[in-house]
T-cell receptor
Framework: DSGVTQTPKHLITATGQRVTLRCSPR?????VYWYQQSLDQGLQFLIQ???????AKGNILERFSAQQFPDLHSELNLSSLELGDSALYFC??????????????FGEGSWLTVV | GQSLEQPSEVTAVEGAIVQINCTYQ??????LSWYQQHDGGAPTFLSY????GLEETGRFSSFLSRSDSYGYLLLQELQMKDSASYFC???????????FGKGTTLSVSS
């Protein structure tokens, strides 16, 4: 158990809908990262927050957005869902704002299926 | 852009040694990490190299050559439970979030 908690574990929704994935980082960790994993694309970095502020942005679509709240939990909002958004979405956390030299700890992921 | 290249698949037998290579192109260098992921599970940290040379952690070792932009993960005394995907990863510019290679699927047979 990494200490990173993600909900829901599984989610099935229809195209065009909107979903919210939630992540609670490890106690004491200030950075939260979101990754998308699909079969053909590997682990794609979406976005990073540090202590409530956006720190880095990766391959995140405009239909997706995220935020980190004062209690440090984070939410990833996915809207106007398409079939291609079906993937495993991981949240990870670390103590520092920089991943270099610091282990990042992954949650168990949220499986999203868009039908 | 930034990228990490690694083989897609490697097969080996129990007790053998296997090496998984990774070549990278990053703007600046902030270290190379390795993560293991069992099917459908969470990636977990294995090893990290900031400087050239070999880092050993039990049966797993990781090597880095910054001049060659190359690293590898060495797994010794392979066990069936080592069947998993292995990812090399490096921070993006300014040492922020990790970007990952597409992963190498290791299959260990008896």
């Amino acid at each position: 158990d990494s200490g990173v908690t993600q909900t829901p574990k599984h989610l099935i929704t229809a195209t065009g809908q909107r979903v919210t994935l939630r992540c609670s980082p490890r106690s004491g960790d200030l950075s939260v990262y979101w990754y998308q994993q699909s079969l053909d694309q590997g682990l794609q970095f979406l976005i990073q927050y540090y202590n409530g502020e956006e720190r880095a942005k990766g391959n995140i679509l405009e239909r997706f957005s995220a935020q980190q709240f004062p209690d440090l939990h984070s939410e990833l909002n996915l809207s106007s869902l398409e079939l291609g958004d079906s993937a495993l979405y991981f949240c990870a956390s670390s103590v520092a704002s920089q991943a270099s030299g610091n282990t990042i700890y992954f949650g168990e992921g949220s499986w999203l299926t868009v039908v | 852009g930034q990228s990490l290249e690694q083989p897609s698949e490697v097969t080996a037998v129990e007790g053998a040694i296997v090496q998984i290579n990774c070549t990278y192109q990053t703007s600046g260098f902030y270290g190379l990490s390795w993560y293991q992921q069992h099917d459908g599970g969470a990636p977990t940290f294995l090893s990290y190299n900031a400087l050239d040379g070999l880092e050993e952690t039990g049966r797993f070792s990781s090597f880095l050559s910054r001049s060659d932009s190359y690293g590898y993960l060495l797994l010794q005394e392979l066990q069936m439970k080592d069947s998993a995907s292995y990812f090399c990863a490096a921070p993006r510019e300014a040492g922020t979030a990790l970007i990952f290679g597409k992963g190498t699927t290791l299959s260990v047979s008896s």
